[in-house]
């Protein structure tokens, strides 16, 4: 990525980006040179329509330019190592740092690498990891400001909202569980709280979050097999 403001920030690429993809990394050379910063994505379907989706990003003034990455990993070769009591490692590979990182991959790009196939676990989530949750009496709101989040207790209280649970749900989202349709309706409809929010709306357990001030990401879990139980199963495969 080139032409973007000399006070942009790592962040500041990641948010513009990942509006077109998902972002994995994102970095910036002390040292600016012509090559500018760089951006990693995964899950890419078609590559030129990235750059091309990328190459419509405008941050204030400046128009950014995106380009394919000049370094790739190399291919792993067809012939593959014979099986055997005699098989060895040839000399000069080293498995202990074979995971390379994305920049040292961008500092040795013209450089063999042999990656190993990395063998992933596997987790099956019992009847004991779900839990059916009832979102009748329920909304979620996207705040305005993160600051306000760990006040809204006192903030809903002000507004006369004493009996409101609050959960947070990550980012810029929280989960009120209120006690009666009533008094939901009160609160969807009540011009102060709102004021708090960009947006209040029916909870759900589709719900998919937008926003990330820290996020571990844990692919195929739904909202309903969030609890203790299934966190301590996925902490357990690396614990």
């Not at 050379?29 to 030129?48: M, T, W």
Request: aromatic content about 12%.
């Amino acid at each position: 990525m080139t032409n973007f403001p000399e006070e942009s920030t790592a962040r500041d690429l990641w948010k513009v980006c990942n509006a077109y993809g998902t972002v994995v990394d994102v970095f910036i050379p002390f040292k600016r040179s012509k090559a500018g910063a760089f951006v990693r994505f995964i899950k890419v379907i078609n590559l030129e329509r990235l750059v091309a989706n990328l190459c419509t990003i405008w941050i204030g003034r400046y128009h950014l330019h995106a380009n394919y990455v000049r370094f790739e990993r190399p291919q792993k070769p067809n012939s593959s190592m014979p099986r055997g009591p005699n098989t060895s490692i040839p000399k000069g590979t080293n498995m202990e740092n074979s995971k390379s990182s994305f920049v040292s991959v961008l500092k040795d790009g013209n450089q063999s690498h042999v990656f190993p196939e990395s063998s992933k676990p596997s987790l099956v989530l019992d009847e004991s990891c779900i839990k059916e949750y009832d979102f009748g009496m329920s909304l979620m709101g996207k705040a305005k400001d993160v600051s306000a989040i760990p006040n809204l207790p006192f903030i809903l209280s002000k507004e006369g909202f004493q009996n409101v649970k609050l959960s947070y749900l990550g980012g810029m989202w929280v989960l009120f569980e209120l006690d009666s349709l009533a008094s939901k309706e009160k609160f969807l409809n009540h011009t102060g709280v709102g004021s708090w929010f960009t947006n209040i709306i029916q909870a759900t357990s589709s719900f998919l979050n937008d926003e990330r001030i820290v996020w571990v990401s844990i692919e195929g879990l739904p909202i309903k097999a969030w609890t203790p139980n299934t966190f301590r199963k996925i902490a357990s495969l690396w614990a």
